[in-house]
């Protein structure tokens, strides 16, 4: 089955910072990739998601790039906010499975103000 | 009102007690998910339904079953909690049928078995 691992568990940044998490994964079927962001006795919600026909997507100040050669995406944070302190999750899915999703161990980022 | 609601929040059981988890969802889709979240392991999939009718294991089924009651409730139990089953569990919907393969996440249940 799919293996998606997570790196770093914790990043602490600067507020105004970026932060970059980086996630690989192992079954090169996989065509969906979200990301989830978790606040404080929350669930998990979604903040930006791609597909593997394309390589890059934006909104504001967050960014996923995905490279389908290497079987790793990245989520990029720019201009950090307090806010934006959370536990970060990746996930990968593919259609054949049902879009099942498979998360990654989870960052838990920091922004210090 | 949140979409989707897991009771109890918290829960405090002794080991071989059965217990039960709840969900309910307004959204009105169709997929339900039982997940379970341990620090460093993110969220691993207990149980998965696709309709009233489907209901279908997941990586870490075992000490675990489920009933998809109606189209909004599906709950979990542990027939006999061990301590290793204490993590926070979720409950998740979706629909990739209208066009979205977006999970909605419940606010958690917090189980500790002693």
């Known amino acids: 089955g799919e293996n998606v691992e997570q790196h770093p568990s914790t990043l602490s940044v600067q507020e105004g910072d970026s932060a970059v998490i980086k996630c690989t994964y192992s079954d090169s079927a996989s065509n969906y990739f979200p990301w989830y962001k978790q606040e404080l006795g929350k669930g998990p919600q979604l903040i930006i998601d791609i597909r593997s026909n394309v390589g890059e997507k934006k909104d504001q100040r967050i960014a996923v790039t995905l490279n389908k050669t290497a079987k790793h995406f990245s989520l990029h944070i720019t201009e950090t906010q307090p806010e934006d302190s959370a536990v970060y999750f990746c996930?990968?899915?593919?259609?054949?499975?049902?879009?099942?999703?498979?998360f990654g161990g989870g960052t838990r980022v920091l922004v210090k103000p | 009102d949140a979409d989707v609601t897991q009771t109890p929040r918290n829960r405090i059981t002794k080991t071989g007690k059965r217990i039960m988890l709840e969900c309910s969802q307004t959204k009105g889709h169709d997929r339900m998910y039982w997940y379970r979240q341990d620090p460093g392991l993110g969220l691993r999939l207990i149980y998965y339904?696709?309709?009233?009718?489907?209901?279908n294991k997941g990586e870490i089924s075992d000490g675990y079953s489920v009933s998809r009651q109606a189209q909004a409730k599906f709950s979990l139990s542990l027939e006999s909690a061990i301590p290793n089953q204490t993590a926070l569990y979720f409950c998740a919907t979706s629909d990739p049928d209208r066009g979205s393969e977006t999970q909605y996440f419940g606010p958690g249940t917090r189980l500790l078995v002693l």
């Open positions: 339904s696709f309709d009233v009718k489907d209901i």
């Open positions: 996930a990968a899915s593919k259609q054949a499975a049902g879009n099942k999703l498979t």
